[in-house]
């Protein structure tokens, strides 16, 4: 079988995950975390705690030094205070999860086509080697509503689309909110950061769906990497657990608080801040129990606009980190075709050593 693998999309995966959790399969040796690589389980969110942050108190300077100390550290936490109701984030979840529980032909009327990133499907298979994730999922832009794809916004349920309209929009608001108090949190103009996503800032909702699998142990819903956006605004499922966050090495459990969004920072605010925040490492666990389901929305900026580290960041205790960079989404996937690592690429190189 393996030799006659080929790298051409779709031909690789002889059977979708949503019907291998459906017959109760042995994930094939394409799922499986290889060596020992798949880490501990161990849950030390007890030793180190995701914070909780109200957004609604961020004028005051106790609560915006939490948020630089959050970021700074963990690169994410629990955002409260948000103004979006419970019944409002539980309707968010549900058209999520009526799409998903349509029966697979409906679904496919909205299939990611073959070298796109956007639309209904399973991982875009870039190499032989690559591990799979036990997830499928729904990418859609969202902002700018220019470049909305709208055939393929599902048409069931009939309220998907006025639902994440709402739910763009309001994120949107949180996030100019959320880049503005970053800035002040390091003593910054208000708009040293926001003013480098442009008015035409981009926001991509991926709703993700992670059906049951009788190996998690071996296999992982979302393999670790970091988010190439500015920022991450995620809504998790309202009970099912899953989501890893790694600091000091270990895999930190998320939990799920349900009237809490988790934000997190991608690797354009890492280099934006010189490093100061964290682009965290990040991975989803499989369970053998229930189904989950996550909507992460990213905002990155206008992919023309070259980005880098705020001068005022950089001194010679900080020197600057990364070079000014555009279209950091084309780098990022590029790396990731390659197997590297974006963020290293932009890095510039330390030649202190060298002197
Ligand atoms: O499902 C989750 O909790 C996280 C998903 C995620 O990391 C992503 O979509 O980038
Ligand atoms: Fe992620």
Same mark, same amino acid.
């Not at 609604?56 to 205070?81: D, M, N, P, T």
């Not at 496919?108 to 591990?131: C, F, L, P, T, W």
């Not at 964290?278 to 989950?292: A, C, F, G, M, Y």
């Given at each position: 079988?393996?030799?006659?693998?080929?790298?051409?999309?779709?031909?690789?995966?002889?059977?979708?995950?949503?019907?291998?959790s459906?017959?109760?399969?042995? *994930?094939?040796?394409?799922?499986?975390?290889?060596?020992?690589?798949?880490?501990?389980?161990? +849950?030390?969110?007890i030793?180190?705690?995701?914070?909780?942050?109200?957004? &609604?108190?961020?004028?005051?300077?106790?609560?915006?030094?939490?948020?630089?100390?959050?970021?700074?550290?963990?690169?994410?936490?629990?955002?409260?205070?948000? /103004?979006?109701?419970?019944?409002?984030?539980?309707?968010?979840?549900?058209?999520?999860?009526?799409?998903?529980?349509?029966?697979? $032909? $409906?679904?496919?009327?909205?299939?990611?086509?073959?070298n796109?990133?956007e639309?209904y499907?399973?991982?875009?298979?870039?190499?032989?080697?690559?591990?799979l994730d036990?997830?499928?999922?729904?990418?859609?832009?969202?902002?700018?509503?220019?470049?909305?794809?709208?055939?393929?916004?599902?048409? +069931?349920?009939?309220?998907?689309?006025?639902?994440?309209?709402?739910?763009?929009?309001t994120?949107?608001?949180?996030?100019?909110?959320?880049?503005? &108090?970053m800035?002040?949190?390091?003593?910054?103009e208000?708009? &040293?950061?926001?003013?480098?996503? /442009?008015?035409q800032?981009?926001?991509?909702?991926?709703?993700?769906?992670?059906?049951?699998?009788?190996?998690?142990?071996?296999?992982?819903?979302?393999k670790?990497?970091?988010?190439?956006? /500015?920022?991450?605004?995620l809504?998790?499922?309202?009970e099912?657990?899953?989501l890893q966050?790694?600091?000091d +090495?270990?895999?930190?459990?998320?939990?799920?608080?349900?009237?809490a969004?988790?934000?997190?920072?991608? +690797?354009q605010?890492?280099?934006?801040?010189?490093?100061?925040?964290? &682009?965290?490492?990040h991975?989803?666990?499989?369970?053998?129990?229930?189904?989950?389901?996550?909507?992460?929305?990213?905002?990155? *900026?206008?992919? $023309?606009?070259?980005? /880098? *580290?705020? $001068?005022?960041?950089?001194?010679?205790t900080?020197?600057?980190?990364?070079?000014?960079?555009?279209n950091?989404?084309?780098?990022?996937?590029?790396?990731?075709?390659?197997?590297?690592?974006?963020?290293?690429?932009?890095?510039?190189?330390?030649?202190?050593?060298?002197k």
């Amino acid at each position: 079988m393996a030799s006659n693998l080929k790298v051409s999309e779709e031909k690789s995966v002889p059977k979708s995950v949503q019907e291998m959790s459906m017959n109760g399969d042995e *994930p094939p040796s394409q799922y499986l975390v290889k060596g020992n690589s798949f880490g501990s389980v161990m +849950d030390s969110s007890i030793l180190i705690p995701i914070p909780i942050i109200d957004v &609604s108190l961020l004028s005051s300077e106790c609560e915006l030094e939490k948020l630089r100390s959050a970021l700074s550290s963990v690169g994410c936490f629990q955002a409260i205070g948000h /103004g979006m109701s419970d019944s409002f984030l539980d309707k968010v979840r549900e058209v999520a999860k009526h799409f998903f529980a349509l029966p697979e $032909e $409906e679904k496919q009327k909205y299939a990611r086509a073959v070298n796109e990133s956007e639309g209904y499907g399973n991982d875009r298979i870039v190499s032989e080697k690559q591990v799979l994730d036990w997830s499928y999922r729904l990418t859609l832009h969202v902002l700018p509503k220019a470049k909305r794809r709208l055939f393929l916004w599902p048409k +069931d349920p009939s309220d998907f689309s006025e639902t994440l309209e709402e739910f763009t929009t309001t994120v949107k608001s949180m996030m100019d909110h959320l880049l503005r &108090s970053m800035a002040r949190s390091l003593n910054l103009e208000e708009g &040293s950061f926001l003013d480098q996503f /442009g008015g035409q800032s981009l926001m991509m909702a991926r709703f993700n769906f992670y059906p049951r699998c009788s190996r998690p142990d071996l296999v992982l819903g979302v393999k670790p990497h970091t988010d190439r956006s /500015g920022i991450t605004v995620l809504l998790q499922d309202k009970e099912v657990e899953g989501l890893q966050v790694l600091v000091d +090495d270990k895999w930190i459990n998320v939990p799920t608080i349900p009237e809490a969004l988790l934000v997190n920072i991608g +690797d354009q605010m890492q280099i934006m801040s010189n490093g100061i925040f964290k &682009s965290i490492l990040h991975r989803v666990v499989t369970n053998t129990e229930n189904l989950r389901m996550s909507v992460a929305m990213f905002n990155e *900026p206008e992919p $023309e606009n070259e980005i /880098g *580290p705020v $001068e005022s960041l950089t001194d010679e205790t900080r020197p600057r980190l990364y070079r000014n960079v555009k279209n950091y989404g084309v780098i990022n996937y590029k790396c990731y075709q390659e197997g590297k690592i974006a963020l290293e690429t932009v890095k510039i190189a330390d030649t202190s050593h060298h002197k």
